[in-house]
């Protein structure tokens, strides 16, 4: 006991260096008064610092219990709170406020995304603060620890800003809700219909098929076409000398018709609608006829209303105009206007001729 008082050297460890020594020189025979001695320094050292390991035991335990019953808690008031958002968002669907915002199905999409963004914020700020709080119950210096982290992480924000602008565009593009699978926006750099959001990247399809990546962190305005309610606007251009009354009868009736007709009357989200004049001309007039439609469905409702716009006008009469001048009626040909006019120099006693032709010499005068 004197000996490893003197050296320093803990009763545990001189007794398995004390073991090895013997093991790897030639075995000698261990008294008995020996065995007792290291037996009861063991248990000596044993004794002073066996307070101290539960101590320590009792405070990580302590620690991981107290982080996993916090993360549960916040977990479920996250995603009771995303419950309630779907359930406020099924009890407007279906309404006439419902139909100006975006479906129920997307916002139950969207509020899932943010539920499991928030979700991994706290799962990651609980369980972190957790693991530095066991690393000083196991008395681990956390200030060089800490310090790296910084430095590291100054160095990793200096690098990878642009990767940080994307992420947190992502975030608040999701959580304002500015667009969602299936829409059709303009990013600006690219349009199309969106196929995928990221929290970094967005994928739209474009009009020929292609499919462009864009970065969040690059999207400075974005034009959502899918959202609310689309504006078909069709004109029609006619005779000047065209009946106003009956050509607003007219388009009166094929808006009746079409308001009737499958599946029209649930892609018009108002009547159709004739603004009046836009434009008056000598020889044409223009009519703008406007009306709302469903998001997406304003190019499909603005042919129909042209095909149908087209034969009433045909039955009724009434002639469509507009684009290339339209050719001259025919006229019987004069046979003589391909003929050239007859020359002066025809008649010999016209005064051209008469000028033209040489003078005659003098008579000889008789002197």
Same mark, same amino acid.
């Given at each position: 006991? %004197?000996?490893?008082?003197?050296?320093?050297? !803990?009763? =545990?460890?001189?007794? /398995?260096?004390?073991?090895?020594?013997?093991?790897?020189?030639?075995?000698?025979?261990?008294?008995?008064?020996?065995?007792?001695?290291?037996?009861?320094?063991?248990?000596? +050292?044993? @004794? #002073?610092? /066996? $307070?101290? +390991?539960?101590?320590?035991?009792?405070?990580?335990?302590?620690?991981?219990?107290?982080?996993?019953?916090?993360?549960?808690?916040?977990?479920?008031?996250?995603?009771?709170?995303?419950?309630?958002?779907?359930?406020?968002?099924?009890?407007?669907?279906?309404? &006439?406020?419902?139909?100006?915002?975006?479906?129920?199905?997307?916002?139950?999409?969207?509020?899932?995304?943010?539920?499991?963004?928030?979700?991994?914020?706290?799962?990651?700020?609980?369980?972190?603060?957790?693991?530095?709080?066991?690393?000083?119950?196991?008395?681990?210096?956390?200030?060089?620890?800490?310090?790296? &982290?910084?430095?590291?992480?100054?160095?990793?924000?200096?690098?990878?800003?642009?990767? =940080?602008?994307?992420?947190?565009?992502?975030?608040?593009?999701?959580?304002?809700?500015?667009?969602?699978?299936?829409?059709?926006?303009? *990013?600006?750099?690219?349009?199309?219909?969106?196929?995928?959001?990221?929290?970094?990247?967005?994928?739209?399809?474009?009009?020929?098929?292609?499919?462009?990546?864009?970065?969040?962190? #690059?999207?400075?305005?974005?034009?959502?076409?899918?959202?609310?309610? *689309?504006?078909?606007?069709?004109? %029609?251009?006619?005779?000047?000398?065209?009946?106003?009354?009956?050509?607003?009868?007219?388009?009166?009736?094929?808006?009746?018709?079409?308001?009737? &007709?499958? !599946? +029209?009357?649930?892609?018009? +989200?108002?009547?159709?609608?004739?603004?009046?004049?836009?434009?008056?001309?000598?020889?044409?007039?223009?009519?703008?006829?406007?009306?709302?439609?469903?998001?997406?469905?304003?190019?499909?409702?603005?042919?129909? %209303?042209? /095909?149908?716009?087209?034969?009433?006008?045909? @039955?009724?009469?009434?002639?469509?105009?507009?684009?290339?001048?339209?050719?001259? #009626?025919?006229?019987? !040909?004069?046979?003589?206007?391909?003929?050239?006019?007859?020359?002066?120099?025809?008649?010999?006693?016209?005064?051209?001729?008469?000028?033209? $032709? !040489?003078?005659?010499?003098?008579?000889?005068?008789?002197?």
């Amino acid at each position: 006991m %004197v000996s490893h008082r003197k050296l320093e050297v !803990p009763p =545990v460890t001189a007794f /398995w260096s004390s073991a090895l020594l013997d093991a790897d020189a030639s075995p000698a025979p261990v008294t008995l008064d020996e065995a007792a001695k290291r037996a009861e320094s063991a248990a000596g +050292w044993v @004794e #002073e610092n /066996w $307070s101290t +390991w539960l101590n320590t035991g009792l405070r990580i335990t302590l620690i991981l219990i107290v982080a996993l019953v916090l993360r549960m808690l916040v977990r479920r008031a996250l995603t009771k709170l995303i419950a309630r958002m779907n359930r406020s968002a099924q009890a407007v669907e279906g309404t &006439a406020l419902g139909g100006l915002l975006v479906n129920a199905e997307r916002r139950r999409q969207r509020s899932e995304a943010i539920g499991s963004v928030l979700r991994s914020i706290a799962s990651f700020l609980i369980l972190g603060t957790a693991g530095l709080m066991i690393l000083g119950a196991f008395q681990i210096d956390l200030a060089p620890l800490l310090a790296s &982290a910084g430095v590291a992480g100054v160095a990793i924000g200096f690098g990878a800003r642009n990767l =940080v602008t994307d992420f947190l565009s992502g975030v608040f593009m999701i959580m304002e809700d500015q667009y969602g699978v299936g829409d059709s926006i303009d *990013a600006g750099v690219a349009s199309g219909e969106v196929i995928e959001v990221g929290l970094r990247v967005t994928k739209l399809r474009g009009d020929n098929g292609e499919i462009w990546y864009v970065r969040n962190g #690059e999207i400075k305005r974005i034009g959502n076409l899918s959202q609310g309610w *689309a504006t078909a606007a069709v004109d %029609v251009t006619v005779r000047s000398s065209e009946d106003l009354d009956h050509v607003k009868a007219v388009i009166g009736e094929v808006a009746d018709d079409l308001a009737k &007709a499958e !599946p +029209w009357n649930e892609q018009l +989200w108002g009547p159709l609608e004739t603004l009046g004049l836009t434009e008056v001309l000598l020889d044409s007039m223009t009519f703008r006829v406007s009306a709302k439609t469903m998001p997406g469905k304003a190019l499909g409702v603005e042919r129909e %209303v042209r /095909w149908r716009i087209k034969r009433a006008f045909d @039955e009724a009469g009434i002639r469509i105009v507009g684009g290339l001048p339209q050719p001259a #009626e025919e006229s019987v !040909p004069d046979p003589t206007a391909g003929m050239a006019a007859p020359s002066a120099f025809s008649s010999a006693v016209s005064p051209q001729s008469m000028a033209a $032709s !040489p003078i005659p010499p003098p008579a000889n005068l008789s002197k």
